[in-house]
């Protein structure tokens, strides 16, 4: 039965969701790519389901093709995203719909992507599929966010993450560990979504963090090694220095320090030299373009208080995480406070989503 604002039934919104969920579980790790999910439909049971492929390759309905244990003639075919319809790397995904005589495919919205935007509908509809857009438009948009703003800003989706204690400290020599495992475990989700990870040469010598996703099997999606470092401060002793690899460390720097450059280059560092244009710090506008051309789609920033507030001031993160403990943090010698509450409050107040995590609290801030 179809509800009265739309025409789809509650059963296509249902496997449109489960499309969905698959899509949004590969999301960030697709590559160039969106990351889509399929769901094959047929008599009403699900046939198949499929994901964009690691890295971007095979596409959803590809692989949901591939996978389907009955004939998909004569099925439904739920996908996220406008299928594709032109010869890439892979060839159109609307030939491998029209060769397996699949009878209607739902879709939510085109694609962003002028080569294919518009087109399918036609296509499958010359070989007598029905082509059905619209259904859960709103979810999909919320999905393709960030395909959209790396296609049309050509700029990574930018998530911003901080933990702090309830007196709104977030860093204590007195104490290393701020908030919860189930708080370190989301932080370590979001690596595995990013392609880099951002923090400044300061962060990186008071911390020697390791930056790297540490849940389970997942270590070899780390994602890539950003570092701001104006002066080359970086302690060459660190583990990241000591870690660098296959192009896994990126360091934008505006130095004439030729040793610590040969040390870093020899390491197999991407070094980047970024001029201030007579600026204190680095246009991170300028840094994030560089990112994107280097392949960074989704970028986490783990900074320290100025770098964070530098993002939040110019409205330049797309999402921010703050993590926050229910616990004091003592303040010892040495203490970093987080400055920036009046910021969020005021400029990122128009989407917030809270919850617990035991102890811990989150706010997840949409810009
Ligand atoms: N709890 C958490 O979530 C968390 C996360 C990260 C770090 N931390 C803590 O935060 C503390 C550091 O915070 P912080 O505010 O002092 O430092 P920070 O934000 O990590 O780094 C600030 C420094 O980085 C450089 N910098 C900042 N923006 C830059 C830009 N656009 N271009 C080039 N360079 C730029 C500047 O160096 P110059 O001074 O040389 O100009 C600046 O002093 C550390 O103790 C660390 O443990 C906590």
Redesign the pocket.
Known sequence: MSTKKDNFTAKDKKFMKLALDLARARKGLTGDNPSVGCVIVKKGEIISIGQTGYGGRPHAEHNAISNCFEDPKDSKMYITLEPCNHYGKTPPCTKNIIKNQIREVYYPIEDIDLKVKGKSSLILENSNIKAKKGLLKKEALNLYNSYYINRKKKLPYVIG????SKNKI??SDTTKR?TNEMSDKLTHYLRFKSDGIL??S??LN??NPKLNCRLEGYTKLSPKRII?D??LKINLKSYIVKSIKNKNTIIFYNSNNKTKKNFLTKKGAILIKQSTHGH???D?KIILKKLYMKGIKNLLV???????K?FLQKVMFNEFYMFKSSKNLLKGNKY?NFTSLDILNTKYNRHKINFKLATDRITIYKN
Request: charged share 25%.
């Open positions: 993450k901080i933990a702090l977030i860093y701020i923090i400044t300061k962060t008071i911390d701001l104006k002066n204190k710090n680095f991170l783990e900074g320290g208080d100025q770098l964070t530098s970093v």
